[in-house]
Structure formats: structure tokens, C-alpha cells
């Protein structure tokens, strides 16, 4: 996807912006500033990789910090209070040698799935974060790989962290939610287990300041993206070319992707160009269908002859395109009615596209 900056130039500002660390005492992994407001939270992905030291330096030559994670190359970095409308860029370095990069886009929790091949047996490596409206002045926080003793047993292979769904399953709805961050989430509401579900899994964020909005309705872009984010992001071969989607906009990459795919479809207008209309809110039904189409890339959905019925006295105001694809849904659970109605042309909220993803994933 097309930004508002050279990934090159970023991870060169990053790499340039190196202190020496000081050591200091021993304390566990948690949480780090980062710039004036967002926090970051490191956590090592694997059984062995238990912080043992942090010391105090940082790029500002104020406290930072300073990580060994003994035979840990996994990390999760997440960044809260990552403010909407900035780039976040994260990198992992030996040396002048960049083993990871990536950037995403703020807005609420940004989460960084770490995970390199070391360059030698033995590196000192340094992670790195920064923001484009902040020239990416970063904090740095080395982390020593100190591989195994001569004769002493193999590290195990790091265990696979636990899925999202899991994670909901054993929330016990406190301040240890995910969505305890934000001031307009209650973890005791109906949506608990799908927003929580999209938050730790990555699929959607916050709007800053601590706002998630549960009952703002979703666009059509934001849900080409969540179903992008889903998929992993991939490169988009081919794809519809949108008159009203720019080649820098921030859903650009996932519109081209889910229009390939076949998991979204625009229109022609009066003038004869497609468009695909990013800002509408997306419907019920046309989220019942991107979903099921999403679905069918993976081998499910109806096969051969089928017969569901739709038993909600407004059925018949679904759409003939949506039809297959909300009996499927409906039949799976995955949507379910709003006061004994289907609602297929009403606008999906946030909430509700988060619940109906959880459920999703569930299948």
C-alpha cells in the first residue's frame, strides 16, 4: 500500500537515531514511552524469552530502555494511544542490518507481530519505534540474543501464542480487557466477545483519545480492510481500478485485493468509471456478502442444491445478490436478527461487524 512516506527513508531515520545503552537493574517486561503519549507494551512470544534485565537510556538521553530476551527472536509490540491519522514504523536492526520492518497506521491499539531470523549466532539487536509526524524519533530498546551454553539442551521451538478466540473465552471482563482502554467500550455489553475478538486479533482499531465507537457505522473501505488484515495482507495481482479510490489512500491496497479476490464489486456511473463508493456506510447484507464471498475463497458456503428459508418478516427485503449469502450466515450464526428483524439494508455498526467477524472466525 502507497503511504505519505518512503519506507526506505524511515528506516533510515530510524537507524540513524542510535545511544549506547547503560546498564542498570533487573525488572520484567512492560510497558515503554513512547514519543509524548502512546505507551508501548513488549511481550515475548516464546516459553524461554522472559525479559531478565531492562536498563535506563534512550534516544533522548532521558530513561529508556534496554531488553535481553535469551533465545527469543518472537515479540508482540503493542502500542496504545497510537494516535489516528499518523504512520507508525517499527524496525528491528543488528547493526546497520535491518532483520524486521513494518508500518501501520494509528488510531487506538496499533499491535506488531515481531519475528526474524538472527543474522548470526550471536547479535545485539535494537528495536526501534517512530511516527512520520513526529520524524521518526525513536525510542530504542536493544535486545541481546544469547544463544545456549556448549552441551546444554536445545531451546525448545516457542509455542504458538494463544488465539484471539481463546483470549476472549478467558477474558474475565475487568480492567485486563482489551477494551479497557477505551473510555466508550464496556466489557459486561453484548459486544464483549466481538470486539475484544477484533481488537487483540489486529482486524480493527480505535479513533485516539481512548474511542472506539461501537455504534458508528462502519464504511465500505473499513471493511475491505478488515477482510484484508484477515486474509494477512496479502499483494493484490489483479484488480478493479475505482475513479473514486486513490492510489495513496490508506485503503487502497485492500480495496485492489478484495476487488481481485471477488470479495467486493463497485458500479459503473453515468460517465462510464467504476467506482466503489469507500465513504458509504456498508449495509447488513452487503457485509453478509462480502463475508460469505470471503468464505467460498475457502472452500465453504452452499454447494450443489440448497434450501434455507429466512425466517424474519422482513426477509424479503434482502437484496437477490444477498439472498445466498445471508441464509448462509443466518444459518451459521453468524448473523443474527435485530429485534425479531433481519434488517438486510440497514447500515452495519462497528459493533456489529466486529461480532459477526468473531463468529466468523469461529467457523
Not at 322 to 328: G, K, R, S, V
Amino acid at each position: 500500500m502507497k503511504k505519505g512516506f518512503s519506507a526506505a527513508l524511515c528506516i533510515a531515520l530510524l537507524l540513524a537515531a542510535v545511544v549506547p545503552a547503560a546498564a542498570a537493574g533487573a525488572e520484567d517486561a512492560g510497558f515503554y514511552n513512547v514519543g509524548a503519549a502512546a505507551m508501548a507494551e513488549i511481550v515475548p512470544l516464546s516459553e524461554t524469552g522472559d525479559a531478565v534485565e531492562a536498563v535506563a537510556r534512550n534516544v533522548d538521553g532521558l530513561d529508556g530502555d534496554e531488553l535481553f530476551y535469551p533465545g527469543s527472536t518472537a515479540l508482540l509490540v503493542t502500542l496504545s494511544a497510537a494516535e489516528a491519522g499518523k504512520w507508525y514504523l517499527l524496525t528491528v536492526s543488528a547493526g546497520d542490518t535491518v532483520c524486521f520492518a513494518e508500518q501501520q497506521s494509528g488510531g487506538g491499539p496499533v499491535a506488531f507481530r515481531v519475528a526474524f531470523a538472527l543474522p548470526q549466532e550471536r547479535a545485539d539487536l535494537t528495536l526501534r519505534i517512530g511516527s512520520d509526524s513526529d520524524s521518526f524519533t525513536p525510542i530504542a530498546v536493544s535486545l541481546s540474543y544469547t544463544p545456549e551454553a556448549a552441551g546444554a539442551p536445545e531451546t525448545p521451538e516457542p509455542p504458538e501464542p494463544p488465539a484471539p478466540t481463546d483470549a476472549v473465552s478467558d477474558c474475565p471482563r475487568d480492567g485486563t480487557c482489551a477494551m479497557a482502554a477505551f473510555s466508550d467500550l464496556a466489557p459486561s455489553a453484548w459486544y464483549h466477545d466481538g470486539v475484544h475478538y477484533v481488537l487483540a486479533s489486529g482486524l480493527m482499531q480505535g479513533y485516539g483519545d481512548g474511542v472506539f465507537a461501537p455504534d458508528g457505522t462502519a464504511s465500505r473501505a473499513m471493511t475491505a480492510q478488515i477482510l484484508w488484515n484477515l486474509e494477512g495482507r496479502p499483494e493484490a495481482e489483479t484488480g478493479a481500478v475505482f475513479a473514486d479510490v486513490a492510489e495513496d489512500a490508506w485503503y487502497a491496497a485492500a480495496v485492489r485485493w478484495a476487488s481481485g479476490a471477488g470479495i467486493i464489486t463497485g458500479w459503473t456511473d453515468a460517465a462510464g468509471e467504476q467506482r466503489f463508493d469507500p465513504d458509504a456506510a456498508v449495509t447488513r447484507e452487503q457485509l453478509a456478502a462480502m463475508l460469505y464471498r470471503f468464505a467460498r475463497l475457502r472452500g465453504e458456503g452452499f454447494s450443489g442444491m440448497w434450501s434455507f428459508q429466512l425466517d424474519y418478516p422482513d426477509a424479503a427485503d434482502a437484496s437477490d445478490w444477498a439472498y445466498e449469502p445471508l441464509c448462509w450466515m443466518v444459518m451459521r450464526g453468524i448473523v443474527n436478527g435485530m429485534e425479531g428483524r433481519l434488517n438486510p439494508r440497514g447500515s452495519a455498526t462497528r459493533a456489529q461487524v466486529a461480532s459477526m467477524l468473531f463468529r466468523f472466525s469461529l467457523e
